[in-house]
């Protein structure tokens, strides 16, 4: 840490050089710093979006979230514990771009025609499209200090993803468990920086240039339209994408992290071993971004396994104790056991693998593809 004046009051505070950009704790100017020269540039494209919430109402609202999930809402209250609420606003580089992008390839005929003659089975088509985006890049090192912060997109394509950044305005609108009591989205309701807009949340320092957002943002959706063009050919020829920045902003975006565990009253609790559950909440329209489930699916055929297995020793004593024919329906209680374990052991793997987002949302254009027979 290092002591510094600030350049708009003059008060002098610590700040840590190892920041792209300085916010001052008392005016809240945020200014770049040359450490060989001295000198400071203010740095006027810095917006906030204002937290909304206080830690009771998160937790009040993760409540209300599990009740309208749970099969019986009234065992909420007594069966979920929430254990942390954690809050944090974080600097995003916000970059308005337009991409276009054109795509050719080939698809197999649904039909086979009858072609003695050597004819393809392919038709080759042809197309392009349009998006604007407002695309969020993390202006943080550590792309993952929140839960699940770096998995924030969903696109509505059927596409797994594997990049952090995302489209701002479809993001933060998404996931309300009751009416938002604004229309306005988070990008229209950014004020200019001021510490009070956080509202007790701790901010984030800025670590990461625009010159590296930018070019972060264009390559994830360069690949994000390669994979969107590859959706509407078998085999994917050629795809061409051309991105115009039409300009960047820094907007701190408010998160909440909460932890709960799951505590069944019922003779579950026998067989389901409470952990830690995460569920992620943008501050501003309280909309849940990410959730863990207490029961998954992957947790119900655990459990049928151990019933099941349980069940399968005792008939297998009653058939040695009273009767032969119990032995029958201890094997099929066996095998019911065996396959819930290897269902377990598949959700497992899965479970491993990157997420498939099926559903979400990008301001778009129709692509009107070009069928086009091959020669």
Same mark, same amino acid.
């Given at each position: 840490?290092?002591?510094?004046?600030?350049?708009?009051?003059?008060?002098?505070?610590?700040?840590?050089? =190892?920041?792209?950009?300085?916010?001052?704790?008392?005016?809240?100017?945020?200014?770049?710093?040359?450490?060989?020269?001295?000198?400071?540039?203010?740095?006027? *494209?810095?917006?906030?979006?204002?937290?909304?919430?206080?830690?009771?109402?998160?937790? *009040?609202? %993760?409540?209300?979230?599990? =009740?309208?999930?749970?099969?019986?809402?009234? #065992?909420? *209250?007594?069966?979920?514990?929430?254990?942390?609420?954690?809050?944090?606003?974080?600097?995003?580089?916000?970059?308005?771009?337009?991409?276009?992008?054109? &795509?050719?390839?080939?698809?197999?005929?649904? !039909?086979?025609?009858?072609?003695?003659?050597?004819?393809?089975?392919?038709?080759?088509?042809? $197309? =392009?499209?349009?998006?604007?985006?407002?695309?969020?890049?993390?202006?943080?090192?550590?792309?993952?200090?929140? &839960?699940?912060?770096?998995?924030? !997109?969903?696109?509505?394509?059927?596409?797994?993803?594997? &990049? *952090?950044?995302?489209?701002?305005?479809?993001?933060?609108?998404?996931?309300?468990?009751?009416?938002?009591?604004?229309?306005?989205?988070?990008?229209?309701?950014?004020?200019?920086?001021?510490?009070?807009?956080?509202?007790?949340?701790?901010?984030?320092?800025?670590?990461?240039?625009?010159? #590296?957002?930018?070019?972060?943002?264009?390559?994830?959706?360069?690949?994000?339209?390669?994979?969107?063009?590859?959706?509407?050919?078998?085999?994917?020829?050629?795809?061409?994408?051309?991105?115009?920045?039409?300009?960047?902003?820094?907007?701190?975006?408010?998160?909440?992290?909460?932890?709960?565990?799951?505590?069944?009253?019922?003779?579950?609790? !026998?067989?389901?071993?409470?952990?830690?559950?995460?569920?992620?909440?943008?501050?501003?329209?309280?909309?849940?971004?990410?959730?863990?489930?207490?029961?998954?699916?992957?947790?119900?055929?655990?459990?049928? @396994?151990?019933?099941?297995?349980?069940?399968?020793?005792?008939?297998?004593?009653? $058939?040695?104790?009273?009767?032969?024919?119990?032995?029958? /329906?201890?094997?099929?209680?066996? @095998?019911?056991? /065996?396959?819930?374990?290897?269902?377990?052991?598949?959700?497992?793997?899965? @479970?491993?693998?990157?997420?498939?987002? /099926?559903?979400?949302?990008?301001?778009?254009?129709? %692509?009107?593809?070009?069928?086009?027979?091959?020669?």
């Amino acid at each position: 840490m290092h002591e510094l004046a600030c350049p708009t009051c003059g008060t002098s505070a610590q700040y840590d050089f =190892k920041n792209y950009l300085l916010i001052c704790p008392f005016c809240s100017e945020t200014f770049r710093h040359n450490v060989e020269s001295g000198e400071k540039e203010p740095f006027l *494209d810095h917006y906030i979006v204002p937290n909304t919430m206080a830690p009771k109402a998160v937790r *009040d609202m %993760v409540i209300e979230w599990l =009740k309208r999930l749970h099969h019986t809402p009234s #065992s909420v *209250d007594k069966e979920y514990v929430v254990a942390s609420v954690q809050g944090l606003s974080i600097p995003f580089w916000v970059i308005s771009l337009e991409a276009h992008t054109e &795509w050719s390839g080939l698809a197999q005929r649904r !039909h086979k025609i009858q072609d003695h003659g050597g004819g393809s089975d392919f038709l080759k088509e042809a $197309g =392009k499209f349009r998006r604007t985006y407002r695309w969020a890049i993390n202006a943080r090192d550590n792309i993952c200090e929140l &839960w699940n912060i770096a998995r924030l !997109h969903e696109p509505k394509e059927k596409i797994r993803i594997n &990049w *952090d950044g995302f489209p701002l305005d479809s993001t933060f609108s998404r996931g309300h468990v009751e009416k938002p009591q604004s229309d306005r989205s988070a990008y229209d309701a950014k004020e200019p920086f001021e510490f009070k807009f956080s509202n007790g949340l701790p901010i984030s320092g800025v670590e990461v240039d625009e010159e #590296s957002a930018i070019r972060r943002a264009t390559q994830q959706v360069d690949h994000y339209h390669h994979l969107i063009a590859g959706q509407y050919v078998d085999y994917l020829i050629n795809c061409r994408t051309e991105i115009e920045v039409a300009g960047i902003q820094l907007i701190h975006l408010p998160f909440w992290h909460v932890t709960y565990y799951y505590r069944p009253k019922s003779a579950l609790r !026998h067989f389901y071993k409470p952990s830690v559950k995460n569920v992620l909440i943008e501050g501003y329209s309280s909309g849940v971004l990410h959730g863990e489930l207490a029961i998954t699916r992957k947790d119900k055929i655990g459990v049928n @396994a151990v019933v099941t297995g349980i069940s399968a020793i005792f008939l297998f004593m009653m $058939g040695a104790a009273w009767h032969p024919a119990f032995f029958l /329906v201890a094997a099929f209680s066996g @095998a019911i056991s /065996v396959a819930s374990l290897y269902m377990s052991a598949l959700k497992s793997r899965d @479970a491993a693998l990157p997420q498939s987002a /099926v559903h979400g949302g990008t301001s778009t254009l129709p %692509v009107e593809p070009t069928r086009v027979e091959a020669a």
